[in-house]
């Protein structure tokens, strides 16, 4: 079965300063797509970034990237600039080509100190 | 643009009974699908469906039954509601297979607390 690790509870930043959020996963497909996921205080799911296994560039939208190393089964979200509204539960998560479910790491929680 | 609705946002029960939450996927999206959210802790995917048919069963307690009806909204029925059932219930919904349906885009969500 496959598993995603976060192995950062929580983590700090600064306003403006540049953090990254590390996860791993575990699997032995070679079709799936990975995805960060942030939680506010709402406890709405909101969609951050996506990146496709078969994609050797890595994906950026905005102030947030990730750097994706396949062979490592590694994914981390590097958030640029960051904001107060930055602050929330990071989920990183993982979908098999020929699976409908997502799976979910436990999550990092993300402080940013004014 | 549009996001996926979910009813009501906000359920109170007693133990024993019965609960039925509602989603109502993004328009032209025909997937849909279930989590779990325990206090603290990561999403658990219940189920999901596709063009009304189950499409994936994850962990979901056989008192638990869900349905994908002809206008693709879904409804999660919750029968004989056990304590350990109060939890943000989820539900995403995804594009046709055609194009990006790899990815999920969640509701705001249904907190259920059963006393």
């Known amino acids: 079965a496959q598993t995603v690790t976060q192995s950062q509870p929580e983590m700090s930043v600064q306003e403006a300063e540049t953090v990254t959020l590390s996860c791993t996963y575990d699997?032995?497909?070679?079709?799936?797509?990975l995805f960060w996921y942030k939680q506010p205080p709402s406890r709405q799911m909101i969609l951050v970034i996506r990146?496709?296994?078969?994609?050797?560039q890595n994906a950026t939208e905005n102030r947030f990237s990730v750097n994706f190393q396949k062979a490592a089964k590694s994914f981390s979200l590097k958030i640029s600039d960051s904001q107060l509204g930055d602050a929330a539960m990071y989920f990183c998560?993982?979908?098999?080509?020929?699976?409908?479910?997502?799976?979910f790491g436990k999550g990092t929680k993300l402080t940013v100190n004014p | 643009a549009a996001g996926v609705i979910q009813s009501p946002r906000h359920l109170i029960k007693e133990k024993r009974e019965t609960a039925t939450l509602k989603c109502y996927p993004i328009?032209?999206?025909?997937?849909v699908y279930w989590y779990q959210q325990g206090p603290g802790q990561d999403p658990q995917f219940l189920i999901s469906?596709?063009?009304?048919?189950?499409?994936d069963k994850g962990s979901i307690p056989d008192r638990f039954s869900a349905q994908q009806f002809s206008d693709y909204h879904s409804e999660l029925n919750m029968s004989s509601l056990e304590l350990g059932d109060s939890a943000l219930y989820f539900c995403?919904?995804?594009?046709?297979?055609?194009?990006?349906?790899?990815?999920?885009?969640f509701g705001p969500g249904t907190r259920l607390l059963v006393l």
């Open positions: 469906f596709y063009e009304k048919m189950q499409s």
């Open positions: 990146q496709e296994a078969y994609k050797q």
């Open positions: 699997t032995s497909e070679s079709d799936y797509y």
């Open positions: 328009p032209r999206h025909d997937t």
């Open positions: 998560a993982y979908r098999g080509g020929g699976s409908e479910k997502l799976v």
């Open positions: 995403a919904s995804s594009r046709p297979r055609t194009s990006g349906a790899e990815t999920q885009y």
